[in-house]
């Protein structure tokens, strides 16, 4: 079974450009996830999808940030304009999503985002 | 809301060396939780969970973790080191919604 996919893996732009990041989940997931990870801290949950529907973005910066899944499986998230501050990694990962019991979510390798 | 505490930054053991790691959270109800591994440029990988039942729970890797619910804690144990379980460690809590937060990890060193 294929697992969670990320492109780009690595990404340097400099502050006030704008970068985009591709998700694409384990066949048959409903539910996907973007978190950001500080050097240093923990992943942080950024936006939450279920199915194509927007499930939690309350620590979205929706000033600069953007996510979509259209038609349910893809995802991207986007940041425009960057700030040295959007330096980190950006972990894309899904989950069966049924309601019925906790679903484990399996991590995509990562993007990483350093902001000159 | 819920957090999670990793008190130690870096933790460096020898090889062959038991190994604990320590985690406590903070949530009102009985919580999901979760240790998790990153090895540099990896994604996260799952080495255990307790959902409820038994609380010594064992994972992947000859992991194991204990809840212990008078102490808040659910710290990450290795009876054997090896050299290839150097990476970093997350602690994390399952919220409403299947979400989850991380503590701020720490560091394992294994020196030979």
């Known amino acids: 079974e294929a697992g969670v996919a990320q492109s780009p893996r690595y990404k340097i732009i400099e502050k006030r450009q704008s970068v985009a990041f591709w998700c694409n989940p384990i066949?048959?997931?409903?539910?996907l996830y973007w978190y950001q990870q500080i050097l240093g801290q923990g992943p942080k949950l950024l936006i939450q999808?279920?199915?194509?529907?927007?499930?939690?973005d309350s620590q979205l910066p929706k000033d600069r940030f953007s996510a979509e899944r259209l038609k349910g499986v893809d995802s991207t998230l986007k940041i425009q304009p960057a700030k040295l501050e959007d330096s980190a990694v950006y972990l894309c990962?899904?989950?069966?999503?049924?309601?019925?019991?906790?679903?484990?979510?399996?991590f995509g390798p990562g993007t990483r985002l350093t902001v000159l | 809301a819920q957090s999670v505490t990793q008190p130690d930054i870096h933790i460096t053991v020898s090889e062959g060396a038991s190994l604990e790691l320590r985690c406590n959270y903070s949530y009102g109800a009985t919580p999901y939780l979760f240790w998790y591994v990153q090895s540099p440029g990896q994604g996260l990988q799952l080495l255990l969970k307790?959902?409820?039942?038994?609380?010594l729970v064992q994972g992947i890797k000859g992991f194991e973790a204990e809840f212990k619910r008078s102490q808040s804690s659910f710290n990450l144990r290795k009876p054997s080191v090896h050299w290839s379980d150097a990476a970093e460690y997350f602690c994390a809590v399952g919220e409403y919604g299947n979400k989850l937060v991380f503590g701020a990890g720490t560091i394992l060193r294994v020196k030979s």
């Open positions: 066949s048959g997931h409903a539910t």
């Open positions: 999808f279920q199915n194509n529907g927007v499930v939690d």
């Open positions: 307790y959902f409820s039942g038994d609380t």
């Open positions: 990962a899904s989950s069966l999503g049924t309601r019925s019991s906790y679903n484990e979510q399996f």
